[in-house]
C-alpha cells in the first residue's frame, strides 16, 4: 500500500463522509450518512485498481478511447424532420404552455 | 496608487448552420417552442449524436480569419453538469485539444494598432432557453430548441487594457465574423455573446489581480458600460485596502450596475473526459489551405482597399467597411464611378439614417446601387436640388423606382432652362419692388429674400445657382 | 415435438414449406409463456396484442407469394435496454418505468423490417448493472434449468427466455459480459460482437466505449443468421463501421482443419471450477479431431483488464446516466422543495442501490484530481491490453477460455469466493476492454445439472471464424444436449 498517496489521496486530503457528500453532490444523488461507511470502503477498493495500473509506465502509450481509432465520422449539414411536440411533452412528467417544467430557477 | 486594467473576453457564436450541431433537427430563432427537437438533442436513452461537418468548416474559417493555428487533430470531450437546460447533463465541447489555437485581432486604439491576443477557439453545443415568468411563479419553463446549436467559443488573452478596447474588440470581432457569413452575430438574439473577466493591478505589477466574471452584456454599448462600472467599483475596493471577491457578476442595463450573482464557493469540478460516442476530427492540410485560399476578403484588408481604390478618407472606408453588406452596397455603386466620395457621402449619410428610421436591412434594400449613381447623376447635372434630391431619394428607397422616372412623376425636375429661370426672375423683380430697391440701396441680404420668392414661386424647382445668378445680373444693371 | 422447441433456421423452413404459419408459431410461444413465465420471471412487458397484429399482417404476406425472409414471423424477445417505438422500455428501473420511446433502436428496427415478431421485453440487472438479473427493480429471473438459480446477467431475462422456449432468440447487450455469462448459465449461445459492428443507437448506454448489441440463440446457425442483419454501418452511430462484413452462413459449414486455437493460461487458474475446466478440456479434445491445433499461450495483460474495465466503465456510465432526472421523461419524485431537491430525490428514488453506488464510484473516478490516475491511466493501458490481443491473434486464429468460472449460483448466493469472483470479471470483462468478439457456446453440465459453458474469442471482425469453429464443435460435441425440465 506504499504508494497510496499517490492516487487520489494526496496528503491532507482525507477520505471522509465530507468527500462522500461531496461526490454526492457532484452526482446529484441523497447523501446517506448511514451508508457512507460502505461507499467509503467501496471507493478505497475502487482506488486499489487505480493503484494498480500505476505500476505500468504509460509515459509514452497514447490514450485508446475507441479500440477501432475511427476518425473523421461526419454528416451533411441537412435538415431532417423533428419530433412532434405533442410526443416529447407526452414522456415528460411536468409541462406547461409548450415547455417542460422545472422548479423555479433563480439566476 | 494607480491601477491597470486587465480584461479578457469569452465570446460565443452561434454558427448559421442549417442544422444542429450533433443532430439534423432544423438550426433557427424564434421556432414555436419545442419544435425543432430530436431523441439526440433532448437527450433521450439511447440516442447518439453525429457532428455535422459544417460546425468543422466554420470554425477553421473563424480560425484562419483570426490568425490561429488550426489543430489538425482535435477531439470533443464531455463537460458534466446539470441544469434544466442541459439534456444529457453533459456538453459536448473540446477541453485540452480545441480546434484553433494562438490567432490574434488588431484594433486601433488612439490611431495605434494593438494586437489583441486569441487564446484558442472551440466548438461545443449550446444548451436550451430557460424562460422565467415575470411574476411568483413557483416554476420556469425549458425550451429545447437552441440545444445542441452549435458554438464557437472564441477565447481572448487578457490582453486587453480598457472598456474602450473591449469594445473596439468585440466589434471587430463580429465585424470580421459576419464577413465569414458564418453567424449573423445578432447580440439582441443571443447569437453573439460576451463574458467579460475583469481584474485590476497596480501599474508595474506583473501579477494579476483577483478577477470577477461579468454576464448579461447584451450590446456594444452595455459591455463598454458594464466594464467602466467594474473598473469604478474594484478601483473603489482596492483603494480602501479591501480585496476583491471573486465571482460571477450580472450586469443590470436598467440600473446600470453590476450585482453578484448566487456566490460560488468553489470551482464547479465539471470532470471533463472524452466523449466516446464522437470520434476525432483529423484535418488535412491541403484541405485548410483550400478553405484559406476561398476565404472572402475581411474587413482591415477591405477598407485599406477602399482608402486606396477610391480614394476616401480612412473614416469613411472605416464606416463603409463595418457591415459586410453595407460595403458590398458601397463598392456595387462606386465601381468604376467617376464620383466615389459622394456615393460615399450619401451611403454614410441618407442610407444609413433611413434604414435606421425605418428598421430596415440593407441586404433587402429594394433599389439596385444603380440607381444610386443615377441620382447623384441628376444633382451633378443640375437637374435636382439637394433636397428634391432628398425626396426623390426616400420615394425610391420606398418603391425601388428609377430616380429618372420619380422625377417626373414627383415633378421635381429642376428648372434649369434659362429661359424659364429668365421668366422667373422677371417675375420676381416685377413683383417685389421694395425688396430691389432695398438691394439697390445696399441691403444684400434682398438678395437672398428674393432667391427665396423664386423658389417660392417654382414650388422649389428653380435651379437656386442659376436664379441667383441672373438676378444679380440683372440687379446689377 | 413442440414448435417452442424448435431453432429460428427450424421453424423457417416450416414456414417456407407452408407447413405452419406465424400464427402458429406465436400460440406454441404464449401457450408456452403461459406455462413457465410465471415460474421464471424472462419478461417485464408482453406484447401479446402488437405480435399478433405483425403475425396476421405477415401471414398476410406470405400467402400474397412475398419472398420469406428468414427471420419473418420468427417470434423474438427484446432486453428491456434496448429502445422500441411505443413500447414501454424500462431497463429494469423504476427511473424508466413510463418510458415509451418515439424511436425504434437500429439494431430492433432491422430485425423488424425483416419481419421478426417481438413478443415482449425481458428482465434484466437494472440500467445492464449487474450479473444475476437479481438487481432488477421489477423482478428475479429464475434459470430455467433450475428455478433456485440465477439465469445470469444483466441480459437474464434474454437468456431465460430463449432456454425456456418462451422466444427463439433474444437481443440483449454486453458491456462486460452481460451476454455471454448468462448464455453460459442458460445453456445457449450468445454472441458479443466486435466494437463497432452493430449499431449503438437505441440502446441505453451504460458505457459507450465498451459495449454491443448481441444475441442469444439455440445454436450457431441461428446466430450466423441474425448477425447477417444486426451487422453494418449506421449513420446514427459515430463509432459504428463502415466495413463490409462476410455473410455469416456462407462458410459456416467449412471445416477447422489446420485452425490454431490459443489457451492462455491466465483464463484457467485457480477459482475456475474443476467441472468447467474439465468441460472445456473435453471440448478441446473435440476441436483436436477436427483437425484444429490446441496450444498453451498467455495474455500477460490479462490481470490489468480488470481495473482498466471497472474504471472505464463506471466513469462512462456516471457521465451516460446523468441524463435520467425525471425532467424530459423518467421518474419525477413530485415532492420537493427546490430544483436541487427536485434532481436529487428523482434521482436517488428513481435509481436502485447498485446503479446509485457504481454512479458514486464513477463519479470519484472522474474528478479533476483523479482524471491522471485513474481514467487517463485506464485509456492507455487499455491500448496495451489491446495490443495483447493482438498480438496473440496473429498467432491464433481463436481463443478459448471459460464463459464463466462457475454453472449458475444460486438466487440471493452470489459468489463468495473471492478467487472466483476475480476469474468471473477476467472471463468477461478483457474482451470488451479490447473490443474483439466473443461468443458462448454450451460445453456440457455440471453433476448438478447445470449448463456449462466455453467461449471463443475472435480477432476484430473474426466472427466468421468464431461462428465456424463453434458449428464445427457443436455438430460434434461428444456431450449429450439436453432441455430444462420446466
Given at each position: 500500500?506504499?504508494?497510496?498517496?499517490?492516487?487520489?489521496?494526496?496528503?491532507?486530503?482525507?477520505?471522509?463522509?465530507?468527500?462522500?457528500?461531496?461526490?454526492?453532490?457532484?452526482?446529484?444523488?441523497?447523501?446517506?450518512?448511514?451508508?457512507?461507511?460502505?461507499?467509503?470502503?467501496?471507493?478505497?477498493?475502487?482506488?486499489?485498481?487505480?493503484?494498480?495500473?500505476?505500476?505500468?509506465?504509460?509515459?509514452?502509450?497514447?490514450?485508446?478511447?475507441?479500440?477501432?481509432?475511427?476518425?473523421?465520422?461526419?454528416?451533411?449539414?441537412?435538415?431532417?424532420?423533428?419530433?412532434?411536440?405533442?410526443?416529447?411533452?407526452?414522456?415528460?412528467?411536468?409541462?406547461?404552455?409548450?415547455?417542460?417544467?422545472?422548479?423555479?430557477?433563480?439566476? | 496608487?494607480?491601477?491597470?486594467?486587465?480584461?479578457?473576453?469569452?465570446?460565443?457564436?452561434?454558427?448559421?448552420?442549417?442544422?444542429?450541431?450533433?443532430?439534423?433537427?432544423?438550426?433557427?430563432?424564434?421556432?414555436?417552442?419545442?419544435?425543432?427537437?430530436?431523441?439526440?438533442?433532448?437527450?433521450?436513452?439511447?440516442?447518439?449524436?453525429?457532428?455535422?461537418?459544417?460546425?468543422?468548416?466554420?470554425?477553421?474559417?473563424?480560425?484562419?480569419?483570426?490568425?490561429?493555428?488550426?489543430?489538425?487533430?482535435?477531439?470533443?470531450?464531455?463537460?458534466?453538469?446539470?441544469?434544466?437546460?442541459?439534456?444529457?447533463?453533459?456538453?459536448?465541447?473540446?477541453?485540452?485539444?480545441?480546434?484553433?489555437?494562438?490567432?490574434?485581432?488588431?484594433?486601433?486604439?488612439?490611431?495605434?494598432?494593438?494586437?489583441?491576443?486569441?487564446?484558442?477557439?472551440?466548438?461545443?453545443?449550446?444548451?436550451?432557453?430557460?424562460?422565467?415568468?415575470?411574476?411568483?411563479?413557483?416554476?420556469?419553463?425549458?425550451?429545447?430548441?437552441?440545444?445542441?446549436?452549435?458554438?464557437?467559443?472564441?477565447?481572448?488573452?487578457?490582453?486587453?487594457?480598457?472598456?474602450?478596447?473591449?469594445?473596439?474588440?468585440?466589434?471587430?470581432?463580429?465585424?470580421?465574423?459576419?464577413?465569414?457569413?458564418?453567424?449573423?452575430?445578432?447580440?439582441?438574439?443571443?447569437?453573439?455573446?460576451?463574458?467579460?473577466?475583469?481584474?485590476?493591478?497596480?501599474?508595474?505589477?506583473?501579477?494579476?489581480?483577483?478577477?470577477?466574471?461579468?454576464?448579461?452584456?447584451?450590446?456594444?454599448?452595455?459591455?463598454?458600460?458594464?466594464?467602466?462600472?467594474?473598473?469604478?467599483?474594484?478601483?473603489?475596493?482596492?483603494?480602501?485596502?479591501?480585496?476583491?471577491?471573486?465571482?460571477?457578476?450580472?450586469?443590470?442595463?436598467?440600473?446600470?450596475?453590476?450585482?453578484?450573482?448566487?456566490?460560488?464557493?468553489?470551482?464547479?469540478?465539471?470532470?471533463?473526459?472524452?466523449?466516446?460516442?464522437?470520434?476525432?476530427?483529423?484535418?488535412?492540410?491541403?484541405?485548410?489551405?483550400?478553405?484559406?485560399?476561398?476565404?472572402?476578403?475581411?474587413?482591415?484588408?477591405?477598407?485599406?482597399?477602399?482608402?486606396?481604390?477610391?480614394?476616401?478618407?480612412?473614416?469613411?472606408?472605416?464606416?463603409?467597411?463595418?457591415?459586410?453588406?453595407?460595403?458590398?452596397?458601397?463598392?456595387?455603386?462606386?465601381?468604376?464611378?467617376?464620383?466615389?466620395?459622394?456615393?460615399?457621402?450619401?451611403?454614410?449619410?441618407?442610407?444609413?439614417?433611413?434604414?435606421?428610421?425605418?428598421?430596415?436591412?440593407?441586404?433587402?434594400?429594394?433599389?439596385?446601387?444603380?440607381?444610386?449613381?443615377?441620382?447623384?447623376?441628376?444633382?451633378?447635372?443640375?437637374?435636382?436640388?439637394?433636397?428634391?434630391?432628398?425626396?426623390?431619394?426616400?420615394?425610391?428607397?420606398?418603391?425601388?423606382?428609377?430616380?429618372?422616372?420619380?422625377?417626373?412623376?414627383?415633378?421635381?425636375?429642376?428648372?434649369?432652362?434659362?429661359?424659364?429661370?429668365?421668366?422667373?426672375?422677371?417675375?420676381?423683380?416685377?413683383?417685389?419692388?421694395?425688396?430691389?430697391?432695398?438691394?439697390?440701396?445696399?441691403?444684400?441680404?434682398?438678395?437672398?429674400?428674393?432667391?427665396?420668392?423664386?423658389?417660392?414661386?417654382?414650388?422649389?424647382?428653380?435651379?437656386?445657382?442659376?436664379?441667383?445668378?441672373?438676378?444679380?445680373?440683372?440687379?446689377?444693371? | 415435438?413442440n414448435?417452442y422447441d424448435l431453432t429460428l433456421h427450424e421453424v423457417h423452413?416450416?414456414?417456407?414449406?407452408?407447413?405452419?404459419?406465424?400464427?402458429?408459431?406465436?400460440?406454441?410461444v404464449?401457450?408456452r409463456i403461459?406455462?413457465v413465465e410465471?415460474k421464471v420471471n424472462s419478461f417485464i412487458t408482453i406484447?401479446?396484442?402488437?405480435?399478433?397484429?405483425?403475425?396476421?399482417?405477415?401471414?398476410?404476406?406470405?400467402?400474397?407469394?412475398?419472398?420469406?425472409?428468414s427471420l419473418?414471423?420468427i417470434p423474438m424477445a427484446v432486453k428491456d435496454n434496448i429502445?422500441t417505438?411505443?413500447?414501454?422500455t424500462t431497463c429494469g428501473?423504476?427511473?424508466?418505468?413510463?418510458?415509451?420511446?418515439?424511436?425504434?433502436a437500429?439494431a430492433y428496427?432491422r430485425l423488424?423490417?425483416?419481419?421478426a415478431i417481438m413478443i415482449g421485453k425481458t428482465n434484466m440487472d437494472e440500467l445492464g448493472m449487474g450479473s444475476s438479473t437479481e438487481n432488477s427493480?421489477y423482478k428475479v429471473t429464475r434459470n430455467p434449468w433450475n428455478l433456485d438459480m440465477v439465469s445470469g446477467g444483466s441480459s437474464g431475462g434474454s437468456a431465460a427466455a430463449v432456454a425456456a422456449g418462451e422466444a427463439f432468440y433474444a437481443l440483449g447487450t454486453d458491456t462486460g459480459g452481460s451476454i455471454r455469462q448468462p448464455a453460459s448459465f442458460c445453456g445457449i449461445v450468445g454472441m458479443k460482437p466486435s466494437y463497432g459492428a452493430v449499431s449503438r443507437?437505441g440502446a441505453v448506454a451504460y458505457a459507450?466505449?465498451l459495449e454491443q448489441v448481441g444475441v442469444l440463440t439455440k445454436d450457431v446457425y441461428d446466430c450466423a443468421i441474425i448477425l447477417n442483419y444486426l451487422y453494418?454501418?449506421?449513420?446514427?452511430?459515430?463509432?459504428?463501421?463502415?466495413?463490409?462484413h462476410?455473410?455469416f452462413i456462407?462458410?459456416l459449414?467449412?471445416?477447422i482443419?489446420?485452425?490454431?486455437i490459443g489457451i492462455p493460461?491466465e483464463y484457467y487458474?485457480?477459482g475456475i471450477d474443476d467441472e468447467v475446466k474439465n468441460s472445456i478440456k473435453t471440448a478441446l479434445?473435440a476441436f483436436?479431431?477436427?483437425?484444429?491445433?490446441?496450444?498453451?499461450?498467455?495474455l500477460?495483460?490479462s490481470?490489468?483488464s480488470l481495473?482498466?474495465y471497472?474504471?472505464?466503465a463506471?466513469?462512462?456510465?456516471?457521465?451516460?446516466?446523468?441524463?435520467?432526472?425525471?425532467?424530459?421523461?423518467?421518474?419525477?419524485?413530485?415532492?420537493?422543495?427546490?430544483?436541487?431537491?427536485?434532481?436529487?430525490?428523482?434521482?436517488?428514488?428513481?435509481?436502485?442501490?447498485e446503479?446509485?453506488?457504481?454512479?458514486?464510484?464513477?463519479?470519484?473516478?472522474?474528478?479533476?484530481?483523479?482524471?491522471?490516475?485513474?481514467?487517463?491511466?485506464?485509456?492507455?493501458?487499455?491500448?496495451?491490453?489491446?495490443?495483447?490481443f493482438?498480438?496473440?491473434?496473429?498467432?491464433?486464429d481463436l481463443l478459448v477460455i471459460p464463459a464463466y468460472p462457475t454453472a449458475a449460483f444460486e438466487i440471493g448466493g452470489k459468489i463468495?469466493?473471492?478467487?472466483a469472483m476475480y476469474m468471473g470479471d477476467l472471463c468477461t470483462v478483457p474482451v470488451n476492454v479490447a473490443g474483439v468478439p466473443a461468443m458462448t457456446v454450451p460445453c456440457g453440465y455440471n453433476s448438478k445439472g447445470l449448463p456449462i459453458g466455453m467461449q471463443l474469442v475472435g480477432k476484430h471482425m473474426g466472427e466468421a471464424t468464431i461462428l465456424r469453429a463453434a458449428y464445427a464443435y457443436e455438430n460434434n460435441a461428444s456431450y449429450t444436449k439436453l432441455k430444462p425440465k420446466l
Open positions: 500500500m506504499k504508494r497510496l498517496s499517490r492516487i487520489g489521496l494526496k496528503g491532507g486530503e482525507k477520505m471522509d463522509k465530507g468527500y462522500i457528500e461531496y461526490i454526492c453532490s457532484l452526482a446529484k444523488l441523497e447523501y446517506d450518512e448511514e451508508n457512507s461507511d460502505r461507499i467509503i470502503e467501496k471507493i478505497k477498493a475502487f482506488d486499489v485498481y487505480a493503484e494498480k495500473l500505476a505500476d505500468i509506465d504509460t509515459n509514452d502509450i497514447k490514450p485508446l478511447v475507441n479500440v477501432n481509432e475511427t476518425i473523421n465520422v461526419m454528416r451533411e449539414d441537412a435538415v431532417m424532420p423533428s419530433l412532434e411536440r405533442n410526443i416529447i411533452l407526452e414522456n415528460a412528467p411536468e409541462k406547461l404552455y409548450g415547455c417542460i417544467k422545472v422548479s423555479k430557477i433563480i439566476e | 496608487m494607480r491601477y491597470e486594467t486587465v480584461i479578457g473576453l469569452e465570446v460565443h457564436v452561434e454558427l448559421s448552420t442549417k442544422s444542429k450541431a450533433f443532430c439534423s433537427c432544423k438550426n433557427e430563432f424564434g421556432s414555436e417552442v419545442n419544435t425543432n427537437c430530436c431523441p439526440v438533442c433532448l437527450g433521450y436513452p439511447g440516442a447518439l449524436p453525429v457532428l455535422n461537418k459544417k460546425v468543422v468548416e466554420y470554425a477553421v474559417k473563424a480560425g484562419l480569419a483570426l490568425n490561429c493555428d488550426i489543430s489538425l487533430y482535435s477531439k470533443t470531450d464531455r463537460k458534466n453538469y446539470f441544469y434544466p437546460d442541459l439534456p444529457k447533463a453533459y456538453q459536448i465541447s473540446q477541453d485540452d485539444m480545441p480546434i484553433c489555437k494562438n490567432g490574434f485581432i488588431e484594433i486601433e486604439v488612439d490611431e495605434e494598432i494593438k494586437k489583441i491576443g486569441i487564446t484558442r477557439i472551440h466548438i461545443e453545443e449550446d444548451a436550451g432557453k430557460l424562460l422565467h415568468g415575470a411574476g411568483d411563479e413557483d416554476y420556469s419553463l425549458v425550451d429545447f430548441n437552441r440545444a445542441g446549436v452549435p458554438l464557437i467559443e472564441i477565447v481572448s488573452e487578457p490582453d486587453i487594457r480598457s472598456p474602450e478596447e473591449a469594445r473596439l474588440y468585440l466589434e471587430k470581432l463580429k465585424s470580421i465574423l459576419e464577413y465569414l457569413e458564418i453567424s449573423d452575430c445578432k447580440m439582441q438574439e443571443g447569437s453573439l455573446r460576451c463574458d467579460a473577466n475583469i481584474s485590476l493591478r497596480p501599474i508595474d505589477e506583473e501579477k494579476f489581480g483577483v478577477k470577477s466574471e461579468i454576464k448579461n452584456m447584451n450590446s456594444m454599448k452595455s459591455l463598454e458600460r458594464a466594464l467602466e462600472f467594474e473598473v469604478k467599483r474594484q478601483t473603489e475596493i482596492l483603494l480602501q485596502g479591501e480585496e476583491v471577491a471573486p465571482e460571477t457578476r450580472r450586469w443590470d442595463d436598467a440600473k446600470s450596475i453590476t450585482i453578484a450573482m448566487r456566490a460560488k464557493d468553489k470551482t464547479y469540478d465539471y470532470r471533463n473526459f472524452p466523449e466516446a460516442d464522437l470520434v476525432p476530427i483529423v484535418l488535412e492540410p491541403e484541405w485548410i489551405k483550400e478553405i484559406k485560399t476561398n476565404l472572402p476578403e475581411l474587413p482591415d484588408f477591405k477598407r485599406n482597399r477602399f482608402v486606396k481604390q477610391y480614394g476616401i478618407p480612412k473614416y469613411d472606408a472605416s464606416v463603409l467597411t463595418l457591415s459586410k453588406d453595407l460595403s458590398v452596397f458601397f463598392e456595387r455603386c462606386a465601381k468604376d464611378y467617376k464620383n466615389p466620395k459622394a456615393v460615399s457621402n450619401w451611403v454614410m449619410g441618407e442610407v444609413l439614417r433611413i434604414l435606421k428610421e425605418r428598421e430596415q436591412e440593407i441586404s433587402n434594400i429594394k433599389f439596385p446601387p444603380e440607381y444610386l449613381r443615377e441620382l447623384i447623376d441628376l444633382i451633378d447635372e443640375g437637374l435636382l436640388n439637394s433636397s428634391a434630391a432628398k425626396l426623390v431619394f426616400e420615394e425610391m428607397f420606398d418603391t425601388g423606382k428609377e430616380p429618372k422616372t420619380l422625377l417626373d412623376k414627383l415633378g421635381l425636375k429642376q428648372i434649369s432652362d434659362e429661359d424659364a429661370i429668365g421668366e422667373l426672375v422677371n417675375e420676381v423683380l416685377a413683383n417685389n419692388q421694395e425688396s430691389v430697391e432695398a438691394y439697390k440701396n445696399g441691403k444684400s441680404n434682398a438678395l437672398k429674400y428674393l432667391v427665396g420668392q423664386a423658389m417660392k414661386i417654382s414650388k422649389g424647382k428653380a435651379n437656386p445657382k442659376m436664379i441667383n445668378s441672373m438676378l444679380l445680373e440683372r440687379l446689377e444693371d | 415435438m414448435l423452413e416450416k414456414i417456407l414449406e407452408k407447413e405452419i404459419s406465424a400464427k402458429d408459431l406465436l400460440d406454441s404464449f401457450d403461459d406455462k410465471d406484447t401479446k396484442e402488437k405480435a399478433h397484429e405483425a403475425a396476421n399482417k405477415i401471414d398476410k404476406k406470405i400467402a400474397q407469394g412475398e419472398t420469406i425472409g419473418m414471423g429502445c417505438k411505443d413500447v414501454k428501473s423504476k427511473m424508466l418505468e413510463n418510458f415509451i420511446p418515439p424511436y425504434n437500429e428496427e423488424e423490417n425483416a419481419g427493480y443507437y459507450s466505449s453494418g454501418h449506421d449513420p446514427k452511430d459515430s463509432t459504428s463501421l463502415n466495413i463490409v462476410d455473410n456462407e462458410g459449414k467449412k471445416d482443419k489446420g485452425l490454431k493460461k487458474g485457480t479434445k483436436e479431431s477436427l483437425g484444429a491445433h490446441i496450444e498453451e499461450t498467455g500477460a495483460y490481470e490489468y481495473p482498466v471497472y474504471i472505464i463506471l466513469s462512462e456510465a456516471s457521465s451516460n446516466f446523468a441524463r435520467l432526472d425525471g425532467i424530459r421523461y423518467g421518474y419525477n419524485a413530485n415532492d420537493y422543495k427546490d430544483l436541487d431537491d427536485m434532481y436529487t430525490k428523482s434521482r436517488s428514488q428513481g435509481l436502485g442501490e446503479v446509485k453506488n457504481r454512479i458514486l464510484l464513477g463519479t470519484h473516478s472522474l474528478i479533476d484530481k483523479n482524471y491522471k490516475t485513474h481514467y487517463d491511466k485506464a485509456i492507455r493501458v487499455r491500448r496495451l491490453i489491446k495490443e495483447d493482438d498480438k496473440s491473434f496473429q498467432k491464433y463468495k469466493d473471492e478467487a
